[in-house]
């Protein structure tokens, strides 16, 4: 709970940083620069033990497409906070997708944490007010899909197995070798050659502190603890608390640029906190061990000591 609360942190305030760090450079250009950064630690850090088509796939989904289309939903106008509202339908885009594709059905608790988020979501959007961009909005709800997809893909292969975190690790930074080269061909395609040296030429102090704290905080570090946490969990229980993000960048947007939140967007902002806490809240078993546990007292469970239903759908 506290590392997805901390990734989450870290991805919520991530949107103004890449906002500001990106004036003057074209943002799939800003994209193949960032995952360049993460893709030089391939030098030190193995390959994961999945196969090259997960790799492959999560680099596409969750890395390329995801920030391709998020970079230019913010170069086209929309604002940091609402980007950061609009992405965090992968929630329940990962959710509705892991129960199809993996077959993970949602508890009770999980499925009203997640209705409440997105109650709190449409009321934190109804509030702000103004116009934004419908095109850049369309970009920002496929930036989330295509994340979301990257989820499942990430944790069907539950690279983590049998290496601990490195597993995770290596996922994140072997991923970010397929993002340079097509991110940079779809920058000269979209933007033309000349923009693109013009943002080469433009990329100053606050794109290469940008480029910083988006490639080793929120991709390296924070993409290699939220796949971990995905390959050792259900995708119903970590992904919820990324609804924290829109509300740690509305925050920040109202700590640092003035941007003070409107009665909407508080209260839609209490009901993504009470959503993610009720959906990461364990089952009525978990909590039967977990007192047994403190009190010292033998549990009765299934295999490896998990929960025997539990373990039986695991198995088939």
């Given amino acids: 709970m506290i590392l997805a609360a901390a990734v989450a942190s870290l991805w919520g305030f991530n949107f103004l940083v890449i906002d500001w760090g990106m004036t003057g450079v074209p943002p799939l250009l800003f994209v193949a620069i960032r995952f360049l950064l993460v893709a030089a630690f391939a030098v030190i850090v193995p390959p994961p033990a999945t196969s090259w088509r997960t790799v492959v796939g999560v680099g596409l989904f969750m890395s390329l497409g995801q920030f391709g289309l998020l970079y230019t939903s913010l170069a086209l106008g929309l604002s940091p906070g609402l980007s ?16 199809g594709v993996l077959r993970e059905r949602p508890t009770t608790a999980q499925s009203l944490g997640v209705a409440l988020g997105v109650v709190g979501l449409a009321l934190v959007a ?16 496929a930036a989330a899909l295509s994340w979301a997809i990257g989820n499942v893909i990430a944790r069907r292969a539950g690279v983590v197995s049998g290496r601990g975190r490195l597993g995770a690790l290596s996922l994140t930074v072997w991923s970010a070798l397929v993002v340079p080269v097509p991110a940079l061909g779809l920058a000269f395609l979209i933007d033309g050659p000349a923009a693109v040296v013009g943002g080469v030429a433009a990329f100053g102090v606050e794109a290469v502190l940008s480029t910083l704290y988006t490639g080793v905080l929120c991709t390296l570090i ?13 995708s119903a229980s970590v992904v919820p608390w990324v609804l924290l993000a829109p509300v740690v960048a509305m925050a920040s947007a109202a700590l640092l640029l003035g941007q003070l939140p409107t009665a909407g967007e508080a209260v839609g902002g209490v009901m993504l906190i009470g959503g993610v806490l009720v959906a990461s809240r364990p089952a009525r078993g978990r909590r039967r061990r977990a007192r047994h546990r403190l009190r010292g007292a033998p549990v009765t469970t299934g295999l490896a000591g998990s929960h025997p239903v539990e373990e039986v759908a695991r198995l088939g």
């Fill in 222 to 234: 924070g993409y290699a603890v939220f796949n971990s946490l995905l390959a050792r969990n259900r």
């Fill in 84 to 99: 950061a509202l609009l992405l965090q339908a992968q929630a329940v885009l990962t959710v509705v997708l892991a129960a």
């Fill in 126 to 141: 109804l509030g702000r007010g103004g116009q934004a961009p419908a095109f850049a909005v369309a970009l920002a709800l």
